[in-house]
């Protein structure tokens, strides 16, 4: 498994910015398709943003197209979310998870961290 550690979340005003980062070591980061999920108080777990290992193709969720950006840097086993445009609706506990492959489950999951976006 890989194991993987999230920061960069925090407190920001609506139409503001931030950028999480996922720390991964252990399985060959640079073979795993991962992805970015966030979770609101009441509400399921989505799957806001994954990027493929293999040529990079993303995927995004409606609500966040146009306005978050999924990267990775393989030489620093490092996975980003660019958060630009924050509106209040995005506020929830951002989780950076890892898979095997395109139809596997998310096996390796990060403990999280919290994005609250004020009006």
């Known amino acids: 498994q890989v194991q993987l550690v999230e920061s960069g979340g925090g407190l920001v005003q609506a139409g503001g910015s931030l950028r999480l980062s996922c720390a991964a070591s252990?399985?060959?980061?640079?073979?795993?398709?991962m992805g970015w999920f966030r979770q609101a108080p009441g509400k399921e777990r989505e799957l806001v943003a994954a990027i493929s290992w293999s040529d990079g193709t993303r995927y995004y969720a409606d609500s966040v197209e146009g306005r978050f950006t999924i990267s990775r840097d393989n030489a620093k086993n490092t996975l980003y979310l660019q958060m630009n445009s924050l509106k209040p609706e995005d506020t929830a506990v951002y989780y950076c998870?890892?898979?095997?492959?395109?139809?596997?489950?998310?096996?390796?999951w990060g403990q999280g961290t919290q994005v609250t976006v004020s009006s």
């Open positions: 998870a890892a898979r095997i492959g395109p139809q596997s489950p998310y096996g390796s």
């Open positions: 252990g399985r060959a980061f640079s073979r795993q398709y």
